[in-house]
């Protein structure tokens, strides 16, 4: 398998290019994370990239890093520039050698690198999906990338963590065994692959 940090790349790229498809006036969309619209959840998706940049590059106690960040007038340059400044933590020497403050996974606590580029790549995944069926599209990863997202995605456990606020996935939904692995990893997550908006 590639290393874990190309498949990463290569997943928030499609991130990259579907927010590129964003207007300024569809940030009022319905998505499908229950309570959020598009506005909301681009701020959610940039801030997060942010955070995991800073805590790849070392921070251990700003709980700020994390914070959303709005998107403004453009979402496509805003959310780009979170995603290149991620790439590029991502991309220094010996980052797999670090551990990473995850604040908000199991209570919190210091992660192997590895683990945290994983985590970002399935929510990379999750969220290019969320934005594309907000705007009615569609988005493609290619096999490699969706093969790491769905061994990572089956370990996440699907518990009462899942019903507390603000937790990252709903519980799990039932797919047809012959799914497709995007699917699948939706619906590990708590997404219906055949949202469509209201």
Partial sequence: M?????????ALQVSVDAVNRVRPDQLALP??????????????MTGQNHGFAAVARG??????????????????????ASARDL???FAEDGLLERRFWLPEIREGGMFPATLGVSFHLVDSVVHAWDVARSL????AFDDEVLAAALRIAEQVPDGENREQPGAAFKHGLAVAAEASRLDRILGLLGRAPDWKAA
């Fill in 136 to 139: 009615g599209e569609t988005v």
């Fill in 31 to 44: 998505t499908p994370c229950a309570e959020w619209d598009l506005g909301r959840l681009l701020a959610h």
């Fill in 59 to 80: 921070e251990t106690s700003d709980l700020s890093v994390w914070r959303d960040r709005p998107v403004g007038d453009d979402p496509g340059g805003a959310y780009a």
């Fill in 2 to 10: 590639s290393d874990i940090r190309v498949l990463h790349r290569r």
């Fill in 87 to 89: 790439a590029a933590a």
